[in-house]
């Protein structure tokens, strides 16, 4: 990083899910400019992929004990391949079955090329948003699952952008949280949500939902909190509100792409229906109109931790949850 080359993407390939990050650095004060990610892909996709190949090798079937020794040993087989490597042993059940690297490579190629999917619109430089040849330093390939040689090079090979390889890719994000933790380092952080968040809420005596966005992706976590608030006149006896998280908006204003429902959460708006030891699953939701009125409130912290907090404003009564998107 040099004072003209000011920008890093941070290619986080893990063992089960994959983030990029465009990081803008100015001495030892650091800014997410854009981050997006996938759920799920990551080093388990891989090491299924090798597993796979050396089962129809063998023609074997496995019990769910073999399969999952298998993956057992095709992760470690993974991690060992280096440039020079042109073959990994594994043991299918009794056989020991020989895999090409190369065939390895051509089958585990789609999985890099969803992650480049992801890595394309952080290297686009669209309104000062994106990062072009002359302010980026090169890609930043962690996670423990970046070891492979086929991943920089996929990479390299796209993007014709240097490509370079943490020292510590599987302890990357705790040494970076010991940085960050530690206040006299005087390392600072501007972060932002890598996934938008919204809720599905019930219509129409609960035969319909509609989706509304609370937070979105590009939303900046600061020192201080962010808070979103909602109002209105409950119209059914019970709000079911359906949380996720999501990678774009469609058309329509739904979530598209990488969607992950995280967590729910019942509120009776029947007062009727606050006895705890009522199963409010089991509750049908009919539509009643009249009902109190009632805030939902947002709050997210600087370390991206969401409360939400749902009050009936009219007598006080309310419930408090602490999410974690992405978690």
């Not at 399969?67 to 095709?74: M, S």
């Not at 992706?217 to 109002?231: E, G, H, I, M, Y």
Request: net charge negative; hydrophobic share 40%.
């Amino acid at each position: 990083v040099t004072s003209r080359r000011n920008q890093v993407v941070v290619y986080d390939l893990g063992g089960g899910t994959f983030d990029a990050s465009l990081i803008q650095v100015d001495g030892t004060r650091h800014e997410v400019v854009a981050s997006l990610g996938v759920n799920r892909l990551g080093g388990d996709d891989f090491d299924a992929v090798l597993a796979d190949l050396a089962v129809r090798q063998s023609g074997a079937t496995l019990t769910d004990l073999q399969r999952t020794r298998l993956l057992d040993e095709a992760r470690e087989a993974k991690e060992r391949i280096s440039p020079q490597s042109r073959r990994v042993t594994l043991d299918v059940g009794d056989q020991a079955v020989t895999v090409l690297v190369d065939d390895f490579y051509a089958a585990a190629t789609p999985l890099v090329e969803r992650s480049m999917a992801v890595v394309a619109p952080l290297l686009a430089a669209e309104g000062g948003a994106g990062a072009d040849a002359s302010s980026l330093a090169g890609i930043y390939i962690v996670g423990g699952a970046s070891g492979l040689p086929l991943v920089a090079r996929l990479l390299r090979e796209r993007f014709g952008r240097r490509v370079h390889r943490s020292p510590y890719p599987g302890s990357s994000t705790a040494i970076g949280l010991a940085i960050a933790s530690d206040a006299a380092a005087g390392y600072s952080l501007t972060d932002r949500l890598s996934r938008g968040f919204g809720v599905f809420r019930e219509l129409d005596d609960g035969a319909h939902l509609s989706f509304d966005q609370l937070i979105d992706r590009d939303a900046v976590t600061t020192d201080t909190d962010l808070v979103v608030t909602r109002r209105y006149r409950a119209a059914h006896n019970l709000g079911r509100y359906r949380y996720v998280e999501y990678s774009t908006l469609g058309p329509d204003g739904d979530p598209h792409g990488d969607v992950r429902p995280f967590a729910e959460v019942t509120f009776p708006f029947d007062r009727g229906l606050r006895d705890p030891a009522l199963d409010l699953t089991a509750e049908p939701v009919h539509r009643t109109g009249g009902g109190p009125l009632v805030e939902e409130r947002y709050t997210v912290d600087p370390d991206g931790l969401i409360e939400v907090r749902i009050t009936d404003l009219d007598d006080g009564y309310e419930q408090v949850t602490t999410l974690r998107p992405g978690a």
